[in-house]
């Protein structure tokens, strides 16, 4: 083997590591995606979670539709349900986020039809 090949070798085994490891510390929070259920108030214009606190609909007009639809129609998050981290989803390491663009599943808290997982 001569000495070029081992430099190659050695350059592809470290970018292959410093890759990894930047693949562990960057990561990228998961998002809701656009055709996701959500339960909108028609009084206030807001639009919360399907496991929603029942004050936050407590004679209120609901009705549910698409988060596309709803953020369309001009209605807003609820605060409430963003304080209870609701529409968060998980933080997946980058590589995990790299993965699923190529299909593979993950633990989502939301499956590719929009519908909660809890």
Known sequence: MGKVSKIII???????????????YITVDEKIPDNAVVVVTLEDKLYHSIHFDYICIAHKTARTMLLSEAKQKGFKLDPHC???????????????YILSKLGIQ????WDKNGNWLW
């Open 10 to 24: 050695v350059v592809v085994i470290s970018l292959a590591l410093v890759s990894f490891f930047l693949g562990i």
């Open 82 to 96: 963003q304080d209870l981290g609701y529409f968060r989803g998980n933080r997946l390491f980058l590589y995990q």
């Open 106 to 109: 993950y633990n989502s808290r």
